[in-house]
Each structure stands twice: as structure tokens, then as C-alpha cells.
């Protein structure tokens, strides 16, 4: 018998504290759209960045679940995001992933809109045709700091206290201005949480990733200033610049400026800056790594030189879609200011290895063998918080009965 939302309230309520989930909320067909409808179907989550689309008419499509949404420059330099579906028979109006237009053209029946959604034409309907009320139905879009988010719910959560936070941190490095250097994206074999719960942690890090612990100091992230003479001295010399370091630790999001080890400068093999024109003009180029994440789908790096962002978005019950982008300099130039190997390759390694790890932890879920285990409490503890937000997440929207997808 197909589970339902009563079935799932009971396996979230009788879950055992800091232990991982039961199994079926790893690879139930009716959970997973639970949690589609739920939780993706109403929280902020990353679609992409404003650098993508700097000019009116540009244009990329993210798909989340089952929607699929276009992200748009409007002829007045706003962002905007329209469910990427014509109002006239419901086709899917653009194919490609990225683009230009002057207006959103469906293929259909050529039903076309203009860049602010609304439908400019109606081409040989019948006498009487208005099309009043039949513009592109819109998502919520919010901007933080050069990054885009979308909300498909009719009523979006608070995101003041995220962006605010965010905001400040991310504001030396002027992402808006950046571009798009390198982008992957991999379809993992995993349920969206097995993912997520991978990226939450670095207890697997001394044999699962040899490459990025040449410079990653995960004992940073545990230390706190107090204990770590290096983090308070970064955190006194950033904010004696105006630059905003020190920890945000949210309910469902984490952002704080660690420094590297000493003698790193990035996230390189070589621990030297991948590239040559930084992000932004600082008054010191040893401004740490910004590490940030945000639940339930991306985790962002933010270096002097580059950053790096992880996405991480349902494509099926056992399937997740990972885009992995980064970000340069505008005016650097590939060949002269970076090399594109050197740029990508401790990431791009990382992010390989994560997504065998992730399909192998799927598979022995998937079997009789597995019950629930116990997190570390100090190594998993990022990923005891996101479990936890997501049971009380979920446990609150069942017990409220709400079930649309707004």
C-alpha cells in the first residue's frame, strides 16, 4: 500500500535523535513528492546568478522537481522568473538552457510574451479574444549579492534574515559583476537528501578526498575564535576594513569567513591562486574562504580569486541533479589570468568522488541490511542540523495540512 503524509508524520515524529532517517524517506516514490510539493514547492532555493543574464532578454531555464522556471532580465534591468509554461495549452515554452530573446516565443502556436511576462501576442485567435488574464504565471525572485533565488510558493517564507546576513558577507566580492567561467552539471544516482547530507560533512574528507584537504582545514570549521588564534585574527583584520567576517549560524543556513592554513591562498592542488585578477579590489588579498550553505540545496565557496557553488535538486525519487559553477573576474581572461584545469580540478575531483560516495550510501540503504545509524556528533554535526531542520520542516507542514503546491 502506498504511503501518504499520515505515514510519513509517524516516521518523522518516531525517528531516533541524531540517528540518519528511516529508510523510507530515502526511496519512497509518495515521500520523495511530499517532499517535492512540501519543500521544494516552497522554499527559497538557488536558481543562479545575476552575471548570467546582465543584459535585457538573457535568460536561462532551472528546473525544480517537477516545474521548470525561465529566469529573465527584463527590458528594465529587473529579474524575473515565469513557471516556463504557455498560458494557452500548457507547452513548454523554452528548450534551450540559456539564451537571448526580445520576447518569450512558445513553439506551439507561437503565443509570444514579453520580457515582464505579460502575453504580447495571441496570433489568429477567434473575434472576442482578449487574453486578459493569461499572462506567465510568475515565481518569486529575490537577489543576494549577485546570486538568484526563486520561491514557486503563492506565499514565500522570510528570507530577510538569510539575505541580510548574506548579503554582508558576500558584498566585497561583487559576484553581480563577475562571470561564469566553468559550469558541470551530473545527474547522482541518490536521493536529493543522501546528497545533501554528503555535502554536510567532512568526516569522509581524509579518504574520500585526498586533493581538497591539501588546503581544507575542516577543524576550522569546529574551532571557535576563542580557541583558534588565526580565525579571531582574521575576523579583527577583516572588520577593521569594513569587511564582514565572524559566523551566522541560522536556522536553516550557515555562513562565516575562515581562514586557510598557513602559506594557502585558495583552494588549489598547489594551495596558490587559480587566478590572477581577484574578485574584487580588497585591501588585503588573504580575505580567508567564505563557506556558506542553505537548506536544502546549495553550498557556495568564496575565495579572493574564484568562488564555487553547489547545487543540489531533485530529478526522482533515487536521482539528483548537481550543477557545480564558477565564478572569475569579468575582465580575467582564460589562457592569460587562469588556466581552466588549475581553476576547476580540486572542486571538480571533490565533486566526483562526493557522487560516488553519495550512490554507494543509496545503494546499501536501499537493502534489507540497512536500520538507521547514529551521526557523529562532532564530525556530522551539520548534518544532524539539517536532518533536524528538515524533520521539524516537514513534521510542520503536515500537522498544518498543507499539502498544494502554491
Known amino acids: 500500500m502506498p504511503l501518504d503524509e499520515k505515514d510519513m508524520l509517524d516516521l518523522l515524529t518516531g525517528r531516533t535523535p541524531f540517528f540518519s532517517l528511516p529508510q523510507p524517506l530515502y526511496n ?50 529587473g529579474v524575473r522568473g ?15 538552457e540559456s ?8 513553439p506551439y502556436h507561437q503565443w509570444s510574451y514579453k520580457l515582464d511576462g505579460t502575453l504580447a501576442k495571441a496570433p489568429n485567435m477567434h473575434e472576442g479574444f482578449t487574453g486578459e488574464g493569461l499572462d506567465l504565471r510568475p515565481a518569486h525572485v529575490q537577489t543576494i549579492g549577485g546570486t538568484i533565488w526563486l520561491c514557486l510558493a503563492k506565499q514565500p517564507p522570510d528570507f530577510t534574515t538569510h ?12 559576484l553581480a559583476d563577475a562571470k ?40 576550522f570549521n569546529r574551532a571557535a575564535p576563542a580557541d583558534n588564534p588565526a580565525i579571531a585574527a582574521l575576523w579583527r583584520k577583516c572588520e577593521a576594513a569594513g569587511i564582514a567576517a565572524g559566523l551566522v549560524d541560522g536556522k536553516d543556513f550557515r555562513i562565516s569567513r575562515i581562514p586557510f592554513a598557513e602559506g594557502i591562498q585558495s583552494t588549489t592542488l598547489e594551495g596558490k591562486p587559480a ?8 585591501p588585503f588579498p588573504d580575505i580567508g574562504q567564505l563557506r556558506w ?15 564555487m557553488f553547489y547545487r543540489m535538486l531533485p530529478a526522482g525519487q ?67 542540523k539539517f536532518v533536524d531542520w528538515y524533520c521539524e520542516t516537514m513534521k510542520d507542514l503536515l500537522t498544518a495540512g498543507i499539502r498544494e503546491l502554491a
Open 99 to 106: 539564451g537571448k530573446a526580445k520576447r518569450l516565443v512558445c
Open 318 to 384: 533515487e536521482r539528483t541533479l548537481v550543477t557545480a559553477t564558477w565564478l572569475v573576474a569579468a575582465d580575467a581572461v582564460e589562457g592569460i589570468d587562469y588556466d581552466l584545469r588549475t581553476l576547476t580540478e580540486v572542486w571538480d575531483l571533490t565533486n566526483e568522488q562526493d557522487a560516488v560516495l553519495s550512490e554507494r550510501n543509496q545503494r546499501g540503504i536501499n537493502t534489507d541490511g540497512y536500520v538507521p545509524g547514529p551521526y557523529n556528533k562532532v564530525q556530522e554535526r551539520d548534518v544532524i
Open 275 to 282: 587566478v590572477a585578477r581577484p574578485l574584487a579590489d580588497l
Open 180 to 219: 561564469v567561467a566553468y559550469t558541470t552539471k551530473a545527474y547522482v544516482n541518490a536521493n536529493w537528501k543522501v546528497v545533501d547530507e554528503n555535502s554536510r560533512e567532512c568526516y569522509h574528507c581524509p579518504t574520500g578526498h585526498p586533493e581538497l584537504l591539501r588546503t581544507f582545514k575542516n577543524d
Open 293 to 307: 550553505h542553505h537548506f536544502p540545496s546549495m553550498f557556495g565557496h568564496v575565495y579572493n580569486d574564484y568562488a
Open 28 to 77: 519512497d516514490q509518495a515521500l520523495y513528492e511530499l517532499d517535492l510539493d512540501l519543500l521544494f514547492g516552497r522554499r527559497w532555493i538557488l536558481a543562479g546568478f545575476e552575471c548570467q543574464i546582465k543584459e535585457p532578454g538573457q535568460f536561462f531555464v532551472v528546473d525544480i522537481g517537477r516545474n521548470s522556471i525561465i529566469v529573465v532580465r527584463d527590458e528594465a534591468g
Open 82 to 96: 515565469f513557471f516556463n509554461t504557455c498560458r494557452h495549452r500548457g507547452s513548454r515554452i523554452c528548450d534551450a
Open 163 to 174: 539575505a541580510d546576513a548574506v548579503g554582508q558577507f558576500l558584498a566585497p566580492h561583487r
